[in-house]
């Protein structure tokens, strides 16, 4: 299941209405998922999800990772992840970047836990 929250409500009924589960605050996401993915426009933004008062670091789980693919400067990312690990959390550098060329069938690359080999797709 999809859980998430976004500050525009309207969102989060089509996420509800898409058979997912909207929440109102970043820190019931991290209570009800195994990973975080965050897609935000400013450093003001992830600060909030990540520590602010209903942020990530308010959860009593500690076992989730949080994957960001915002296009933040890697110092403001930096910031986030060092207050993320003080709390016990883990955050990954994901960014997500241009479109077009690189969403074409056989663009995109996952990797397999089990075998830590890439795979096409």
């Known amino acids: 299941m999809v859980v998430g929250c976004d500050i525009d409500t309207a969102r989060v009924q089509v996420l509800a209405a898409m058979g997912g589960q909207g929440v109102r605050t970043p820190r019931e996401v991290a209570e009800n998922t ?6 935000v ?3 003001g933004a992830l600060e909030l999800i990540a ?3 209903d942020g990530l670091v308010r ?3 500690r076992d989730f990772v949080v994957v960001d693919v915002s296009t ?3 110092e403001e990312k930096e910031a986030a992840r060092a207050d993320l690990h003080a709390a016990g959390i883990s955050m990954l550098d994901c960014t997500i970047s241009g479109m077009g060329k690189q969403a074409r069938p056989g663009m995109w690359c996952s990797w397999r836990a089990e075998t830590a080999k890439p795979s096409e797709g």
Request: charged residues 10%.
């Open 34 to 39: 195994d990973c975080v993915l965050t897609a």
């Open 51 to 53: 520590t602010g008062p």
């Open 72 to 74: 933040l400067a890697i």
């Open 59 to 61: 959860s009593a789980r």
């Open 41 to 43: 426009a400013s450093t």
